[in-house]
């Protein structure tokens, strides 16, 4: 096994160099809350992250141009490929030349589509969209990687609808190149500042993903929590500060596991469990 210098947990891939976001410009439908979610969750990786936006023969030149700006101002340039017209396709095999780039993105998008233009002898299975708001049906079911001629890898890997917000609260802000970008240039009064309703804050405003960045950072302070309740009603040892302020964790006494969690953990921790087997039966 080689060392690794990155690690995903979803998709599993190790050592990648960058990830590659694919949206479909139409079927599905472009959905900009979504994508924001998807972003987020690709900065958070800390590996470059490329926007491609797929069946570009599906909309009008207005609206390419739409998202192109709309894209640019949230600090996304896209490519814009369509695989039936064969549009796009020269600049995105330069950017994946070399490099080991994981293909990521919701069900539907093309991303299988586009891998088995890339690399014809993978020869992936396609699957139709479907339904009223023509979502994928998951037709890809596991992650493989697979070899470009002009050297390379590119993992194919299942979509899915809807990332979990995982991040520390704290955290939140950079994985927006807006946030970034303002505060390369300023700084907030304070400096653990949410850029909520605090004094001095430069990061609130005007921009497009303001208020996306608020609901996402209300989830990621709910979700830190529920963690932290879980943690608590969960864990079996304890930490205890020993000589010369050594710290150790010891086993809880025994009697505690038969202790009654409160009502309250309890209701949590189901609440916690019963999110996460939603968020799987939405995937
Ligand atoms: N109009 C148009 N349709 C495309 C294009 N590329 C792919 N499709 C269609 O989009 C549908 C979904 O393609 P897939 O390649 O299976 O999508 P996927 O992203 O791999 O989906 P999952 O494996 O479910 O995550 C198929 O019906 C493709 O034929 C394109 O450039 N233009
Ligand atoms: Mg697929
Ligand atoms: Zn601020």
């Keep these: 096994m080689l060392p690794r210098r990155s690690e995903l947990d979803r998709p599993p891939v190790a050592n990648a160099d960058q990830i590659l976001l694919v ?6 439908t ?8 998807f972003l987020v969750k690709a900065e958070s990786t800390e590996l470059h992250v490329c926007l491609c936006l797929s069946k570009s023969d599906l ?3 207005n609206e390419q141009q739409h998202w192109r700006s709309r894209l640019e101002a949230w600090g996304y340039p896209p490519l814009l490929i369509s695989v039936y017209k064969l549009l796009g396709l020269p600049e995105l095999s ?7 780039t994981v293909v990521s993105g919701p069900s539907g998008v093309g991303k299988s589509s586009l891998i088995n233009h890339l690399v014809p002898e993978a020869n992936l299975r396609v699957g139709e969209v479907s339904g009223k708001l023509a979502r994928g049906r998951h037709t890809t079911r596991h992650v493989e990687l697979f ?3 002009s050297g390379g890898l590119l993992a194919d890997t299942p979509g899915f609808n809807q990332p979990e917000l995982n991040c520390p609260p704290e955290e939140l802000a950079h994985h927006f190149p807006e946030v970034r970008q303002h505060l390369a240039i300023a700084s907030c009064q304070f400096s653990d500042c949410l ?3 605090e004094p001095g804050c430069v990061v ?3 921009w497009e993903r303001y208020q996306y960045y608020l609901d996402m950072l209300e989830e990621a302070i709910a979700h830190q929590q529920t963690l932290e309740k879980l943690g608590d009603a969960e864990s079996n040892v304890k930490l205890k500060t020993r000589r010369q302020g050594r710290q150790e964790y010891e086993p809880k ?12 953990v309890q209701q949590q921790v189901l609440q916690a469990l019963q999110e996460e087997a939603l968020l799987d039966s939405d995937d």
Excluded: C, M, W
């Design 59 to 61: 909309v009008t030149t």
């Design 147 to 149: 070899e470009l001629s």
């Design 30 to 37: 472009l959905d900009p809350h979504q994508l924001s979610r």
């Design 204 to 206: 609130r405003g005007e």
């Design 253 to 264: 006494l025994e009697t505690k596991k038969y202790r009654r969690p409160s009502r309250r």
């Design 23 to 28: 949206f479909a410009l139409a079927e599905p």
């Design 94 to 100: 330069a950017y994946l030349n070399q490099q080991i």
């Design 195 to 197: 850029h909520r309703n």
